[in-house]
């Protein structure tokens, strides 16, 4: 599953650093004109004003790979720390911080992000920020879990006993048995992002100047005849498909990374 996943992830990276060099056309520019079927001139057809739909999927990959893994990385890092110290530090510190989370955890994701972008604006960094904002919490949990079984272990007592400080203890003994739960969650998160952005821009709240596909669907959908003829087939079935395979990658990398993490997983099903 881990080999699946990263050739899947890996692919997609390759093609959102290299998307100026590999789209035929500039994803905005009128190439042709509109609803022209796949062929050797566009691969994937044009949508209805005349734009090469390849172009856009491939333009698409940089946007969403870029949200996803930045909003990701940053909810992951927002709720380690919250995490490390609320089950490290404990007593009002451990109650201050849980509560937050209850609250955040407890509010759904989706309806509060829709509130949130319709409120803030549009843009790639409004979409960031609220997606940490209401995303650091399950992290948060997780690694305070784990934290209250590390910080009871023999070598953690014998540092405190050593004198070590509070800060050399998380980074030197808490934190790292944790960076394998740290990368499930990372990964788990940046799906996360990257749906939420897709729904974003299909439900027309995204960045209006950037291309992603999220943005490609919701053009797509947008269209009156869609399904009256074959167009769907490739305009919206290609950003849809990315998406799909896209997550399915992560998803293999994160249970792969799992399975790995708990012996109890290995081969499929628990051991007896």
């Known amino acids: 599953m881990s080999r699946t996943g990263l050739v899947i992830v890996i692919l997609f990276l390759a093609t959102a650093l290299a998307s100026p060099w590999l789209a035929p056309y500039h994803p905005r520019d009128d190439t042709d004109t509109a609803l022209v079927s796949p062929s050797t001139r566009h691969w994937l057809g044009t949508d209805d004003v ?15 790979l870029a949200v996803g893994f930045s909003a990701g990385a ?9 995490g490390l110290l609320a089950g490290y530090l ?40 609220s997606f940490v904002l209401i995303s650091w919490a399950f992290p948060a949990r997780m ?17 405190k006993l050593a ?19 740290v990368l499930v969650v990372s990964i788990m998160e940046t799906s996360h992002a990257v749906m ?11 960045d209006p100047t950037a291309i992603s596909w999220g943005t490609v669907l919701h053009h797509a959908f947008a269209f009156p005849a869609l399904f009256a003829g074959s167009a769907w087939l490739w305009w919206a079935l290609p950003a849809g498909l990315c998406l799909t395979a896209l997550l399915l990658g992560l998803g293999l990398i994160g249970m792969s990374i799992e399975r790995k993490m708990d012996p109890r997983l290995k081969g499929g099903r628990l051991a007896r």
Do not use: C, N
Not at 74 to 82: D, I, K
Not at 100 to 121: C, N, Q, S
Not at 166 to 181: E, G, M, N, T
């Open 143 to 159: 690694i305070r879990a784990q934290v209250l079984v590390e910080k009871k272990r023999a070598y953690v007592t014998a540092a």
């Open 163 to 181: 004198g070590g400080g509070r800060a050399y203890i998380l980074w030197k003994h808490v934190l790292p048995p944790l960076l394998p739960l």
């Open 50 to 64: 005349g734009r090469d739909i390849l172009s856009q999927v491939i333009a698409g990959t940089r946007v969403s």
């Open 196 to 206: 939420a952005e897709a729904g974003l821009s299909f439900l027309g709240l995204g």
């Open 90 to 129: 404990g007593g009002w510190w451990d109650r201050i911080l849980m509560r937050g989370v209850d609250f955040f955890l407890a509010v759904p994701r989706l309806p509060l992000l829709v509130v949130l972008a319709a409120y803030l604006g549009a843009g790639l960094e409004v979409i960031v920020v």
């Open 74 to 82: 940053a909810a992951t890092v927002l709720g380690v720390v919250v």
